[in-house]
């Protein structure tokens, strides 16, 4: 088994062996192709208010920022059609990966696959990430088989053309807590700081106007040099407003 080379990835799709389409020169790698990130991204919830939705990336609003924490699902905008005689390895592209975006679940693509790929993604940097539509975005290393499979994929993924519901499902119907809720809390709590500050600003002074009569100041000073305070009767009793 060995990896394909560029120019072998280049070989195999103008033969129609390896399908990629639409097929795009300047994607060709080294030793890999990129895919382009498709129309539809499955976005999980950022809070309670916040819910997860399905998000149509078109000309008018073409990028989605993931924030941090938060989970989401992409899919290529090319058809990818394997051979028996050829597995691939999908992942994301570097530049992604180096600002925080993790990647997992279902990267080995088998030989007779055929459809668009899918990754569930998750943003584990600091910062929003941005995602536009006909980016670079999925990297696919394609390794030669020593022998061709004798059949070809046949599960529920096949000629896939859009996200499987257990995917829809997962990331939509979440309802629990989120790393993406954190973000979230930490602007609440600077808001409600903000409001306390301004109420207090606002609010009058509870000991404005208040006196102690002369006999109750004398014995708080005494209590001071003798250590034995007012009990809250006392003080309560000697005080008036």
């Known amino acids: 088994m060995g990896m394909l080379s560029g120019s072998q990835i280049r070989r195999l799709v103008e033969s129609g062996e390896l399908v990629l389409s639409p097929f795009d020169q300047d994607l060709v790698q080294p030793a890999s192709y990129d895919l382009l990130l498709g129309p539809k991204i499955l976005a999980s919830p950022l809070s309670q208010d916040i819910l997860g939705a399905v998000i149509e990336l078109n ?86 088989l020593d022998e061709p499979a004798p059949v070809g994929y046949e599960g529920s993924y096949q000629a896939m053309d859009d996200f499987p519901k257990d995917q829809y499902d997962f990331i939509l119907s979440a309802r629990t807590t989120s790393l993406a809720e954190i973000p979230t809390l930490r602007q609440e709590v600077h808001r409600l700081h903000l409001v306390i500050e301004e109420l207090e600003e606002k609010m009058p002074d509870p000991d404005e106007n208040l006196e102690l009569r002369p006999e109750t100041a004398e014995r708080l000073q005494a209590s001071m040099k003798t250590g034995k305070l007012l009990s809250l009767d006392e003080a309560r009793k000697n005080s008036t407003a």
Request: proline share 8%; charged share 15%; hydrophobic share 35%.
């Open 59 to 144: 000309d008018n609003s073409p990028s989605y920022k993931v924030q941090s924490g938060q989970m989401v699902a992409a899919i290529s905008q090319e058809r990818v059609q394997l051979p028996l005689s050829i597995c691939g390895k999908i992942g994301i592209r570097s530049e992604f990966a180096r600002k925080g975006m993790n990647s997992f679940g279902g990267p080995q693509i088998d030989p007779g696959y055929e459809g668009r790929l899918t990754l569930s993604l998750l943003n584990v940097g600091p910062e929003p990430i941005t995602l536009s539509l006909g980016t670079p975005f999925f990297t696919v290393e394609f390794q030669s």
